[in-house]
């Protein structure tokens, strides 16, 4: 019973189920490395999943339902910066105030443009990949392979490219140099010439962009669908992916994959064993607290992370 749980399609569909965390999670990294707290994740990310599956409709091409689903992304990062680097406003309180007009001002475009709350997408992500033409031609192993890796969206391809680029760009590239010490050491930056302020909007901005992709991917490539609050807890479990990986994109996206194959667990398991379905559903939210309880005393914050930059007037 558990061997037909756990098959090649299962790991497949815990990597799909990890994109849109492994992109909002990225999203946190890149915030919290120049020292903003970007808790709003969640509301950038039922936002954008709205908007990519309005765009889609509105447009007839899934392309620029995702590009709209990343633009209103960057735009809700950008009312974060503004309020809280520019105006220096508590952190926290931002991005729970984000996070409140998403879950209202989705479910009000909703009624005003669809007149419902649940919208099929009505165009799809195709699915690239390629096929063994022939089982004994390979072997199973070859073929689970396949299975797991070969036959997913693009999405979740350019995922890929994006943590492998960030690591990069975090640990490798003078930007990212400037990026963490924005968040480890303001002060000292700012003596070194680095505009503080400057990297902390690039920073949050980038967050934005990446719970944007996040929402669409939830609703376009995953779903098909839009309805009310269906991001459903991911941008917190993305902070927790975050926290877990430490801050650094590889750790992360393996964190969000950790969150996907419990997840994926929770979906397999639904209707093989005798156990209330509300049990079930219960698993990744499970992980998340253990995740953050293991990863007490563990894991560091970037040291100015939530604290407002105030320039020292000599």
């Known amino acids: 019973m558990f061997s037909s749980i756990i098959s090649p399609d299962f790991f497949a569909s815990a990597i799909r189920i990890a994109i849109p965390l492994a992109l909002a999670g990225l999203g946190g990294v890149y915030s919290e490395k120049s020292g903003v707290v970007n808790i709003g994740l969640e509301g950038m990310m039922l936002t954008s999943a709205f908007i990519a599956v309005a765009g889609t409709n509105f447009t007839k091409n899934v392309w620029f339902g995702i590009l709209f689903a990343v633009i209103i992304g960057i735009l809700l990062g950008l009312i974060h910066a503004i309020v809280s680097v520019s105006f220096k406003a508590n952190q926290i309180v931002s991005g729970v105030a984000i996070n409140l007009f998403a879950s209202g001002i989705t479910v009000f475009l909703s009624w005003l443009w669809f007149h419902e709350t649940q919208i099929m997408a009505l165009k799809n992500l195709p699915t690239w990949g390629f096929k063994v033409p022939n089982p004994g031609e390979a072997s199973s192993l070859v073929r689970g392979l396949i299975v ?30 400037r990026l963490r010490s924005v968040g480890e050491y303001p002060q000292a930056a700012d003596t070194l010439g680095i505009n503080v302020v400057q990297m902390r909007y690039i920073a949050v901005l980038i967050s934005g962009g990446l ?14 669908f839009f309805v009310k609050e269906m991001s459903g807890g991911r941008g917190f479990i993305a902070l927790a992916a975050m926290i877990f990986g430490k801050w650094t994109p590889f750790g992360t996206a393996a964190a969000a994959l950790l969150f996907g194959i419990g997840e994926a667990l929770a979906i397999r398991v639904q209707g093989v064993y005798t156990i209330p379905v509300q049990f079930i559903n219960m698993i990744p939210y499970l992980l998340a607290i253990l995740v953050l309880v293991g990863a007490i005393g563990r894991a560091t914050a970037p040291a100015a992370s939530g604290t407002p930059y105030e320039k020292e007037i000599s």
Not at 155 to 163: F, P, Q
């Open 211 to 224: 719970a944007g992709l996040a929402g669409s991917v939830l609703s376009i490539e995953q779903a098909h």
């Open 148 to 177: 797991i890796f070969a036959h997913h969206s693009p999405l979740v391809y350019i995922t890929l490219v994006i943590i492998i680029i960030s690591q990069i760009l975090i640990f490798r590239t003078p930007f990212g140099l």
